[in-house]
């Protein structure tokens, strides 16, 4: 069974830059298919955010675009986020999912706080 | 950009049956797969439809998917609601030529 875990801060300061971590197991990631992050503000819709490809291409959502990458470490079997500058707007659950141009398999989210 | 329209929410009776569209703002909505997702409250969303009207295996048949290209549309039914079926109701598509994904706005349904 595929399972996906996030991890890394739940509190980040306005002007700092939000990194998490995404564990699959399960699955090996240089095996195939897209890994990506989904993001929710409190009480509002999904959001992609962006996707890696196993091979390392990454595709990310227009609006975000100049303040995210994605990065991936196969040898953990593991792949990242990292949201520079945030603010209090970035405070959402941030979601991870294998997809192929859908989410298949999702971790439960970890909520990201931006706040001083 | 492409964007995807759902109404804010609906609402219906348990054992009646309810439709949520998703309308796709410019191009085809033909051109790429559309999927559904079912949220509850405090979850991880879960998928319900995915490429176009295939259902997941644990899905019960309630659950249908359907593309209408002449209103630029996407269509989720469930039949013989359940009070379990109350939840926040996404669909979702992508550009396969940049693989760009896009989420609809969600629609909460309830069931009374």
């Known amino acids: 069974q595929v399972q996906l875990q996030e991890s890394g801060p739940g509190l980040v300061k306005p002007s700092e830059t939000l990194s998490l971590t995404c564990a699959v197991s399960g699955y090996s990631i240089s095996s195939g298919y897209y890994w990506g992050w989904i993001r929710q503000p409190p009480g509002k819709g999904l959001e992609w955010i962006g996707s890696?490809?196993?091979?390392?291409?990454?595709y990310y959502n227009p609006s975000l675009k100049s303040r995210v990458t994605i990065s991936v470490d196969t040898s953990k079997n593991q792949f990242s986020l990292k949201l520079s500058s945030v603010t209090a707007a970035d405070t959402a659950v941030y979601y991870c999912?294998?997809?192929?141009?859908?989410?298949?398999?999702w971790g439960q989210g970890t909520l990201v706080t931006v706040s001083s | 950009n492409f964007m995807l329209t759902q109404p804010h929410s609906v609402s219906e009776s348990p054992g009646k049956t309810v439709t949520i569209s998703c309308t796709g703002s410019?191009?085809?909505?033909?051109?790429?797969?559309v999927q559904w997702y079912q949220q509850r409250p405090g979850s991880a969303p879960t998928t319900v439809i995915y490429?176009?009207?295939?259902?997941p295996s644990g899905v019960p048949d309630r659950f249908s998917g359907s593309i209408d290209s002449s209103s630029n549309s996407a269509s989720l039914t469930i039949s013989g609601l359940k009070t379990e079926d109350e939840a926040d109701y996404y669909c979702q598509s992508y550009d396969s030529s940049n693989h760009e994904v896009v989420f609809g706005g969600g629609t909460k349904l309830t069931v009374l």
């Open positions: 410019s191009g085809s909505i033909a051109s790429n797969y």
């Open positions: 490429e176009d009207n295939q259902r």
């Open positions: 890696i490809y196993h091979s390392g291409s990454t």
């Open positions: 999912a294998r997809e192929e141009g859908w989410m298949d398999y």
